[in-house]
C-alpha cells in the first residue's frame, strides 16, 4: 500500500528566508506526486504535481520540488518566503496501477515570522 | 468557472444523529472524491466516483456512511448514525474526465461537522 510521511509537524521561517518542506513516500514504483496548499478555512489548492521527465518541477507562488527517485523524496521548496505563504502543506502520492486513489500526508503547518 | 460548491459550510448535531452534505463540482468534471479531514491529518479518501459509478469505496465505513451521485454531476454523503469520531471536515473535490492521476483535483471549501 502506498504511504507518504512528511515529518514536520510544523516549519517557522522568517518572511524573506528560503523554505524546504519534506514528503517521503512508499510505493512499488513511481507514483504521481503532488504539492497541495490549504489556507484556514479554504480548500486545498494544488502547487505543483510531477508525472515523468525533468525531476525538478515548477509550480504556482514560486514554488518549485524535486523528485528524487533513490530517496523517495518529493521535497518543496521555496527560495524566499512571504507572509502570505503562511499555510498548511500537503504531500500527496497516487499509485500508477490504475485506481489512482489518492494518499494524503498529514501535513506540515507553515507559520512565517515578520 | 465556478469553483466546487458544498453545503452546508458548518454543522453541529448530537451523537447518533444523521446528517447529510450537498457537493456540486465544477461542470464537466467526470471525477468526484469526498474526503474526510480530521484536525491535525491529512484528507483521507472517503468515496471517489467516475460518473455516477463507484471507483473505490474502501475506506468508507459503510455502516454508517452513504453516498451517491446520480446522474454523475452533485453527490450526497450522509451519516447515519453519526458518531463522536466522525467530527471533522468533509472535503468534496472533482477532477477533469479520464484518469485521475493525470489530472488536478480541485477542492470544495469543505463542510466543518461536529459530533457533539
Known amino acids: 500500500a502506498q504511504s507518504v510521511t512528511q515529518p514536520d509537524i510544523h516549519i517557522t521561517v522568517s518572511e524573506g528566508a528560503s523554505l524546504e518542506l519534506r514528503c517521503n513516500y512508499s510505493?512499488?514504483?513511481?507514483?504521481?506526486l503532488f504539492w497541495y496548499v490549504q489556507s484556514p478555512g479554504q480548500g486545498l489548492q494544488l502547487l505543483l504535481k510531477?508525472?515523468?521527465?525533468?525531476?525538478l518541477v515548477q509550480g504556482i507562488k514560486g514554488f518549485e520540488a524535486e523528485f528524487k527517485r533513490s530517496q523517495s523524496s518529493f521535497n518543496l521548496r521555496k527560495p524566499s518566503v512571504h507572509w502570505s505563504d503562511a499555510a498548511e502543506y500537503f504531500c500527496?502520492?497516487?499509485?500508477?496501477?490504475?485506481?489512482?486513489?489518492?494518499?494524503f500526508g498529514r501535513g506540515t503547518s507553515l507559520i512565517v515570522h515578520p | 468557472e465556478a469553483g466546487v460548491a458544498q453545503s452546508p459550510r458548518y454543522k453541529i448535531i448530537e451523537k447518533r444523529q444523521s446528517v447529510a452534505f450537498w457537493c456540486n463540482p465544477i461542470?464537466?468534471?467526470?471525477?468526484l472524491y469526498w474526503y474526510q479531514q480530521i484536525l491535525g491529518q491529512g484528507p483521507k479518501l472517503l468515496i471517489q466516483?467516475?460518473?455516477?459509478?463507484?471507483?473505490?469505496d474502501s475506506q468508507l465505513p459503510k455502516d454508517r456512511f452513504s453516498a451517491e451521485r446520480l446522474k454523475g454531476v452533485d453527490s450526497t454523503l450522509k451519516i447515519q448514525p453519526a458518531k463522536l469520531e466522525d467530527s471533522a471536515v468533509y472535503l468534496c473535490?472533482?477532477?477533469?474526465?479520464?484518469?485521475?492521476?493525470?489530472?488536478?483535483?480541485?477542492f470544495g471549501p469543505g463542510t466543518r461537522l461536529t459530533v457533539l
Open positions: 473535490a472533482s477532477s477533469p474526465v479520464g484518469l485521475a492521476g493525470l489530472n488536478e483535483q480541485f
Open positions: 510505493y512499488g514504483a513511481t507514483p504521481y
Open positions: 510531477y508525472f515523468s521527465g525533468d525531476t
Open positions: 500527496a502520492v497516487e499509485g500508477r496501477g490504475g485506481s489512482y486513489i489518492p494518499t
Open positions: 461542470s464537466g468534471h467526470a471525477t
Open positions: 466516483f467516475q460518473n455516477n459509478g463507484v471507483v473505490d
